[in-house]
């Protein structure tokens, strides 16, 4: 084929499912009955901001301990990043284990050691809850030869991880794309919304209660506690954990600063034949660049793929049109196939793109794992039910300095700038 043909083939417009809709895959297969409002309780020992995986974690670990607990979401239940997300469960960090050692010192092997923990816990609980999980292992791709040394490096460096070359790669994926990858044994795949469902049920089952469309407005301290003003009265605790992640806003001001929030953005296409998806696998994808890819089949057996070309935001069409024609880049075989759903969802993004705990004016928080949060996300909110029940100390992410995003409130205006250099570095 030559080179204006290939060219012509991935500048065509999207192929659109005739059942085509703005919506998220996930959510559209776990509908929820709409739950009756109510107003929030005088008092309770532990309020929780935020009703995603590290929220809804959080408040069955403080019920369980015998703690009243209530967990306050702005959204209807399930609306958020919980069940927006790739459904990748991922036990890593933006650095490898031996760049974070020499940036930080032992406190980076301490890190990934509570990563592995996240992964053990949420494999556990995946045990409890209906959500489709596999252990598929994952690809993490080169898209140019500049990475190769690097992965061949980070095989060494952890056990279950093995190096492949671009003839490997094209036998496991059936793509010419990649120069070579590295296959994470200790990656599993599940259905986001079932999974965040699951974990919804749990807290409730553990005593937890749960106001979803009720908005924190403020936190204020309140004697030796808290007083938490929201849009359906408000609540005083004697601890306040904060697990809004990217969907942080003026409630809690001092935390917003810390955090980015980035759009990321998915299509998911009509059900493949059984011979497409046996060529593409079930293993979980992730390319090397700063404006990843990352993609894989769902449990129903459609191609999903996520990613982003740009940092500052763009409508879901123009957004759909990039990632089918990289999709078809990629997967040639797909050239064709109708895309069903298009979608997208905030990503925590920190300066130093780790995930951080703390607390601000005495109210704990958990926030920025930077796009890998499903695994981690909630067991950082595990470990802070324990924390404000007395029955752990901080895990080692509240060591990590968490400074401000510089010019936060301007970042309108730079993000393209950077987006632009990351797209500039990601040709290498």
Request: with cysteine; hydrophobic share 40%.
């Amino acid at each position: 084929m030559n080179e204006g043909l290939v060219k012509y083939c991935l500048d065509m417009p999207a192929v659109l499912s005739p059942a085509y809709r703005e919506a998220c895959l996930w959510q559209e297969q776990v509908p929820r009955e709409r739950r009756s409002v109510e107003d929030v309780p005088d008092s309770v020992d532990v309020v929780v901001i935020g009703a995603g995986y590290c929220g809804l974690n959080a408040a069955a670990t403080v019920a369980a301990a015998g703690a009243s607990v209530v967990v306050l979401d702005k959204e209807p239940l399930g609306w958020g990043a919980s069940s927006r997300n790739g459904g990748m469960v991922i036990p890593e960090l933006k650095s490898s284990p031996a760049a974070l050692v020499k940036k930080i010192g032992p406190l980076g092997a301490q890190l990934y050691a509570e990563v592995e923990q996240a992964f053990e816990h949420t494999e556990a609980l995946t045990r409890q809850i209906d959500c489709d999980y596999e252990r598929s292992g994952q690809l993490y791709l080169a898209h140019s030869k500049h990475h190769t040394a690097e992965l061949q490096e980070l095989s060494g460096q952890l056990q279950g991880v093995h190096f492949l070359s671009r003839s490997q790669v094209r036998e496991r994926i059936g793509s010419d794309a990649f120069d070579s990858a590295v296959f994470f044994e200790k990656v599993g795949g599940l259905h986001p919304a079932k999974y965040h469902d699951g974990l919804a049920k749990r807290a409730e089952n553990a005593g937890a209660q749960i106001r979803d469309r009720t908005a924190a407005v403020a936190v204020h301290r309140h004697g030796a506690g808290f007083r938490v003003d929201t849009t359906r009265g408000s609540v005083g605790a004697g601890q306040v954990i904060v697990a809004t992640n990217a969907y942080m806003d003026a409630a809690v001001p001092e935390l917003a600063r810390r955090v980015l929030p980035i759009n990321s953005y998915i299509i998911a296409t009509q059900p493949l034949s059984q011979e497409q998806q046996a060529i593409i696998g079930k293993q979980m994808m992730v390319d090397t660049k700063n404006l990843l890819f990352y993609w894989r089949l769902t449990p129903d057996g459609r191609m999903a793929f996520g990613g982003r070309n740009r940092l500052d935001p763009v409508d879901i069409p123009t957004a759909r049109e990039f990632l089918y024609d990289n999709m078809v880049r990629i997967h040639p075989q797909l050239r064709g196939i109708g895309v069903e759903y298009a979608w997208t969802g905030y990503v925590a993004m920190t300066l130093d793109r780790l995930p951080h705990v703390g607390t601000v004016d005495g109210a704990w928080y958990a926030t920025g794992c930077n796009g890998t949060g499903v695994s981690l996300n909630g067991w950082l909110g595990h470990r802070l039910g324990q924390v404000v029940t007395g029955q752990a100390a901080p895990p080692a992410f509240a060591e990590l300095p968490h400074k401000p995003i510089p010019l936060r409130t301007i970042t309108s205006s730079y993000l393209p700038f950077v987006g632009r250099y990351f797209a500039l570095q990601d040709r290498r």
